[in-house]
């Protein structure tokens, strides 16, 4: 990943993005699967 040195935006290899595109489109299938806990803090920001 590289970022323009004018306006800060990121940008990617050409082999990253291709392999981005094969995900999904469905023809390369996930390596692994994680969990994330979120926490609700719904109430604490309630009027």
């Known amino acids: 990943m590289g970022a323009c040195h004018n ?3 990121r940008y990617y290899d ?3 993005l291709r392999e981005l595109d ?3 489109q469905g023809e390369v299938g996930s390596v ?3 969990s994330v806990v979120v ?3 719904s ?3 309630a009027d």
């Open 32 to 34: 692994s699967r994680i």
């Open 43 to 45: 109430s604490a920001i």
């Open 7 to 9: 306006c800060g935006e």
């Open 14 to 16: 050409t082999s990253v």
């Open 39 to 41: 926490a609700d803090y």
């Open 22 to 24: 094969l995900m999904a």
